[in-house]
C-alpha cells in the first residue's frame, strides 16, 4: 500500500469517516474553510486516490461516488509503523524522548496513554 502525500490524505480521511460513499460536494464541503480547493483540484486528487487503489468510483445519476477500498484502520496501522521504524528506529524510549520534550501532553493526554499501556499489559496476561 503506498504513502499518501498529506493533501490525498486530507481527502481519504473525510471519506473514511463519512461512513458512507461520498461525492465531490460532498468532499468539499467538509474541508476546513482555510483549506478550499477548486473542483478541478478535488478531482485530480479523487482521480490519484482510484488509480493508487484507495476508492471505487460509481456513476449515481449524474454524480460520481467515491467509496473507500482501503479501511482507515489498515492505512493508519502501516503508516504509524512506518513512522516508528523511519523517526524512532523502532525504540519506545527515542519515542518517549521525543513526545516527552514537549509540553503539548495534558494531563487527559498522560492518562489515556496510562489506560492503553495497562490494557496492553492485561491483554497479555
Not at 486530507?10 to 474553510?33: F, S, Y
Request: charged share 40%.
Amino acid at each position: 500500500m503506498k504513502r499518501l502525500p498529506d493533501s490525498e490524505l486530507e481527502l481519504m480521511m473525510i471519506i473514511w469517516d463519512a461512513g458512507h460513499p461520498v461525492t465531490r460536494n460532498e468532499i468539499e464541503e467538509k474541508l476546513p474553510g482555510e483549506r478550499r480547493l477548486s473542483a478541478t483540484t478535488i478531482l485530480s486528487f479523487l482521480s490519484r486516490l482510484e488509480e493508487k487503489g484507495f476508492v471505487r468510483v460509481r456513476k449515481e445519476g449524474r454524480n460520481n461516488v467515491y467509496e473507500p477500498v482501503v479501511r482507515k484502520e489498515d492505512y493508519l496501522t502501516q503508516e504509524s509503523r512506518s513512522i516508528w521504524k523511519r523517526l524512532y528506529q523502532n525504540s519506545v524510549g527515542n519515542f518517549m524522548t521525543a513526545l516527552g520534550r514537549g509540553d503539548e501532553l495534558t494531563d487527559q493526554d498522560l492518562e489515556e496513554l496510562q489506560e492503553f499501556l495497562d490494557r496492553k499489559r492485561r491483554e497479555r496476561s
